[in-house]
């Protein structure tokens, strides 16, 4: 008893539980939050649910919260703007039609489209009737999706009519699929297919709620770039406290809170409460987990501006037409953008941007510093660069916040302070290392500790340790927590190069070679050596029509502090590396190129 009054007292003094509340307040509006309450306890609907059918009360929410926020302009798709009494019709009519087809709660429905409204309503759809939506990349080649789609064991399959041709190919694979509904294109080419067409479900569906068991279906998928992707339960960690969840946590109720307010206090880090109107460009793809962060303002009341495929200067004119606040925007994009002639960057006002978030690859210091210095310069009131640490299994564990660096330059060059979750760093012999000591994270959040690989469970093993008598996430970084406990990634220790005995990480000479002015991307890796085993090897893209040689890159690298072993013994300069717009680079298809005829021999 004593104990669980000391986790409540915790929580309640957490200085999370203050600011998650207040940036909530602010970004929903006191006023609109009172009225949303009486139009709930006026709502027979509502109070019978809360009474009887607690798993749909969730839903009940939502349809008060969007008909409150009524004509106000919910989503911004293929330049056709909904507002949020259209996205509940449309959210309303899906569900109904996911329930025609006898799709049941707990069953999975893939989904496979770009950046759309109906992505954000198959989602929605899916929530309130209860169904996880195992989010595919839509970058994947046939035999990956079909890996992906049946790990999942989803029962209906969701995708964009451009994929057509690769569907109908592997459609035999797919194993647990019943169901196929096509977005865009035309009805004649869904139906030829005998595939449903998903416009014309809607017509037909009731705008009533849907029945259902309400679970957030998020559910992503990790590890893309090494392998066939592994599907994650972001619903069970979502749908904790609704009742709805398939698994339990492996924690306490209260212990799983605390991690959850934690985890949603990164609304206040990343600006929220400073925001009267977030209007948040999507320009990753959602499929990827780093990217909800991007959607995040629509659950509170926020306008989503969709972006289906990234274009440099198209990012800077929305921006400046729309009026954006909000970005999740990855190191990748953000390069392209800084390297935009000036002429054109110039031409925009950029004003209205307060929150650009960055993750999911490490971001160099010079990009950090360049992107805030071009939104200074094009109107920006202040510093807008943001970034956090986590994993697709984590979610946020440290975050940066301009407060942190305006001040202290030093920490621009960390990833964040641990504020949205736990984080240890633990030295070769397992025990926690000294302040600025290199070691390996391990992290603990509400997903950690939740987490499972539906159709992988077996991977858990190899991820998840016990640290002091609490489970933590391993996902093999290396780093060191400086005395204010902001965190400094150093590289990981999969990608670790041992070259005649000698440790070389990666990412500290990818972040040296990426400052030089003519270098837009780098991929460091180790290749084969009779004599060494392997040697560091580098290679380079450049700006388009830039010239520079090997010679010249080695004297820069000198000149950014690298020197003997650290400094590339082989430079290849390449038109385009492979990486996605997710900001993962396919070092796998780099690496295969020249170790792929030694694992043969081995």
């Given at each position: 008893?004593?104990?669980?009054?000391?986790?409540?007292?915790?929580?309640?003094?957490?200085?999370?539980?203050?600011?998650?509340?207040?940036?909530?307040?602010?970004?929903?509006?006191?006023?609109?939050?009172?009225?949303?309450?009486?139009?709930?306890?006026?709502?027979?609907?509502?109070?019978?649910?809360?009474?009887?059918?607690?798993?749909?009360?969730?839903?009940?929410?939502?349809?008060?919260?969007?008909?409150?926020?009524?004509?106000?302009?919910?989503?911004?798709?293929?330049?056709?703007?909904?507002?949020?009494?259209?996205?509940?019709?449309?959210?309303?009519?899906?569900?109904?039609?996911?329930?025609?087809?006898?799709?049941?709660?707990?069953?999975?429905?893939?989904?496979?489209?770009?950046?759309?409204?109906?992505?954000?309503?198959?989602?929605?759809?899916?929530?309130?009737?209860?169904?996880?939506?195992?989010?595919?990349?839509?970058?994947?080649?046939?035999?990956?999706?079909?890996?992906?789609?049946?790990?999942?064991?989803?029962?209906?399959?969701?995708?964009?009519?451009?994929?057509?041709?690769?569907?109908?190919?592997?459609?035999?694979?797919?194993?647990?699929?019943?169901?196929?509904?096509?977005?865009?294109?035309?009805?004649?080419?869904?139906?030829?297919?005998?595939?449903?067409?998903?416009?014309?479900?809607?017509?037909?569906?009731?705008?009533?709620?849907?029945?259902?068991?309400?679970?957030?279906?998020?559910?992503?998928?990790?590890?893309?770039?090494?392998?066939?992707?592994?599907?994650?339960?972001?619903?069970?960690?979502?749908?904790?406290?609704?009742?709805?969840?398939?698994?339990?946590?492996?924690?306490?109720?209260?212990?799983?809170?605390?991690?959850?307010?934690?985890?949603?206090?990164?609304?206040?880090y990343l600006n929220g409460h400073k925001i009267n109107d977030i209007r948040s460009l999507v320009i990753a793809p959602i499929y990827h987990a780093g990217a909800l962060v991007g959607i995040l303002p629509f659950f509170l009341g926020g306008t989503l501006v969709m972006m289906k495929k990234f274009d440099s200067e198209k990012v800077l004119e929305i921006i400046d037409k729309e009026n954006i606040s909000w970005i999740f925007a990855v190191p990748t994009i953000m390069q392209r953008i800084i390297a935009l002639d000036d002429k054109i960057k110039s031409k925009y006002d950029l004003s209205s941007l307060k929150t650009l978030i960055s993750a999911a690859a490490p971001c160099p210091l010079e990009v950090k510093q360049k992107i805030n210095d071009?939104?200074?310069?094009?109107?920006?009131?202040?510093?807008?660069?943001?970034?956090?640490?986590?994993?697709?299994?984590?979610?946020?564990?440290?975050?940066?916040?301009?407060?942190?660096?305006?001040?202290?330059?030093?920490?621009?060059?960390?990833?964040?302070?641990?504020?949205?979750?736990?984080?240890?760093?633990?030295?070769?012999?397992?025990?926690?290392?000294?302040?600025?000591?290199?070691?390996?994270?391990?992290?603990?959040?509400?997903?950690?500790?939740?987490?499972?690989?539906?159709?992988?469970?077996?991977?858990?093993?190899?991820?998840?340790?016990?640290?002091?008598?609490?489970?933590?996430?391993?996902?093999?970084?290396?780093?060191?927590?400086?005395?204010?406990?902001?965190?400094?990634?150093?590289?990981?220790?999969?990608?670790?190069?041992?070259?005649?005995?000698?440790?070389?990480?990666?990412?500290?000479?990818?972040?040296?070679?990426?400052?030089?002015?003519?270098?837009?991307?780098?991929?460091?890796?180790?290749?084969?050596?009779?004599?060494?085993?392997?040697?560091?090897?580098?290679?380079?893209?450049?700006?388009?029509?830039?010239?520079?040689?090997?010679?010249?890159?080695?004297?820069?690298?000198?000149?950014?502090?690298?020197?003997?072993?650290?400094?590339?013994?082989?430079?290849?300069?390449?038109?385009?590396?492979?990486?996605?717009?997710?900001?993962?680079?396919?070092?796998?298809?780099?690496?295969?190129?020249?170790?792929?005829?030694?694992?043969?021999?081995?």
């Open positions: 008893m004593i104990k669980t009054v000391k986790s409540i007292v915790n929580i309640i003094t957490m200085e999370q539980s203050r600011y998650m509340l207040w940036a909530q307040i602010k970004v929903i509006g006191f006023v609109r939050i009172l009225k949303i309450i009486a139009a709930l306890l006026t709502s027979k609907n509502f109070i019978k649910a809360l009474i009887y059918k607690r798993e749909t009360t969730v839903s009940h929410v939502l349809s008060v919260l969007w008909s409150n926020l009524g004509s106000k302009t919910a989503i911004i798709s293929d330049g056709k703007s909904y507002s949020f009494l259209e996205f509940k019709e449309r959210v309303f009519r899906a569900g109904n039609s996911l329930n025609a087809l006898g799709i049941k709660p707990h069953e999975k429905i893939a989904v496979m489209l770009y950046n759309s409204n109906e992505y954000m309503e198959i989602m929605f759809a899916s929530s309130i009737t209860g169904c996880p939506n195992p989010a595919v990349n839509w970058h994947l080649n046939e035999d990956d999706i079909v890996v992906a789609v049946n790990r999942s064991k989803a029962v209906a399959f969701v995708f964009d009519h451009t994929a057509i041709e690769k569907i109908v190919k592997i459609r035999e694979k797919l194993t647990s699929v019943k169901q196929y509904i096509m977005v865009g294109g035309s009805e004649k080419l869904a139906l030829e297919n005998d595939f449903f067409f998903y416009e014309s479900m809607l017509k037909k569906a009731q705008t009533t709620l849907p029945k259902g068991k309400f679970i957030v279906a998020l559910n992503p998928y990790t590890g893309g770039t090494t392998g066939a992707p592994k599907s994650i339960n972001y619903y069970d960690a979502f749908s904790t406290l609704f009742g709805t969840a398939e698994n339990a946590p492996r924690v306490s109720i209260l212990e799983f809170i605390e991690l959850l307010i934690k985890q949603f206090s990164m609304l206040y071009l939104f200074l310069k094009q109107g920006a009131d202040g510093f807008v660069f943001h970034e956090y640490y986590g994993a697709a299994e984590t979610g946020m564990i440290t975050l940066l916040q301009p407060d942190d660096y305006k001040n202290n330059t030093k920490r621009l060059a960390s990833v964040g302070k641990i504020r949205c979750g736990e984080l240890k760093v633990l030295n070769i012999d397992g025990k926690e290392c000294e302040i600025n000591e290199k070691g390996r994270i391990h992290n603990r959040s509400m997903m950690t500790v939740i987490l499972n690989y539906q159709g992988a469970g077996e991977k858990l093993k190899e991820v998840l340790f016990i640290i002091d008598g609490q489970e933590y996430y391993d996902d093999g970084l290396i780093g060191y927590l400086d005395e204010d406990n902001f965190l400094y990634l150093t590289g990981r220790e999969k990608e670790l190069i041992i070259m005649g005995g000698v440790n070389v990480y990666p990412a500290e000479l990818e972040e040296k070679i990426v400052n030089h002015e003519k270098v837009i991307d780098v991929a460091v890796i180790g290749i084969p050596d009779s004599d060494l085993g392997e040697i560091v090897h580098a290679e380079v893209q450049l700006e388009k029509g830039a010239g520079l040689t090997e010679k010249e890159l080695l004297k820069h690298c000198e000149k950014e502090g690298l020197f003997g072993f650290k400094l590339p013994k082989s430079i290849k300069f390449v038109d385009e590396l492979p990486r996605h717009i997710d900001g993962k680079l396919m070092k796998r298809e780099v690496k295969d190129k020249y170790w792929k005829n030694v694992k043969q021999i081995g």
